[in-house]
């Protein structure tokens, strides 16, 4: 018990912003950190420390977020993923200053598919076949989805950029 303690205050408050990603809200993420952490704790045996622990542990959070996104109804309705064209993704790179906050906000504001397989790729780094598998989605699926979801985040962005000139241009004596 007082090692189970201890791994839990150890990686917990990291573990939170992982899980914090994928909900809507802090409740919903705690949620997913104790049930992640029940996992972890019936599976440690299998932890083979072939990697870090707490990589390992990431994992299991990750998987157990988007678990409970398929389980939870009011993350169902909008976690449908559409067999579409992926469409092109504009080039513009936008020169604005955010912070890691306000660009994890913008983020959170996705859609939850957009937000859960640019949360996938960009993030934790997995491939649009390992989200494929992860979510039961074509190769194809991941890719569209997490090109909508930069599009719209590059949209956003700029709009934040346009809106910051304007407000240094105003606020100009």
Known sequence: MAAQKQLYDHFASAM???????????????????????????????FSFAGELGGWIRRI???TAIN????????????LFTETVLHPVSDDNPEV????????????????GYQTIFNLHAVEGYSHVEIGKILGIKEGTSRSQY???????????????????????????
């Open 97 to 112: 200053a955010l912070s890691t906050k306000e660009l994890a906000e913008l983020i959170r504001q996705l859609p939850p």
């Open 16 to 46: 939170l912003g992982v899980c914090y990603r994928y909900t809507k809200s802090m409740v919903d993420a705690e949620d997913v950190l104790q049930e992640g952490f029940i996992m972890v704790f019936r599976n440690l045996h299998q």
């Open 68 to 79: 409970y996104l398929k389980k939870h109804s009011r993350y169902q309705t909008e976690l």
């Open 147 to 173: 090109a909508r979801a930069r599009s719209l985040l590059i949209s956003w962005i700029n709009k934040f950029s346009a809106t910051n000139k304007n407000e240094a241009n105003y606020a100009r004596p």
């Open 61 to 63: 959070m990750v998987n």
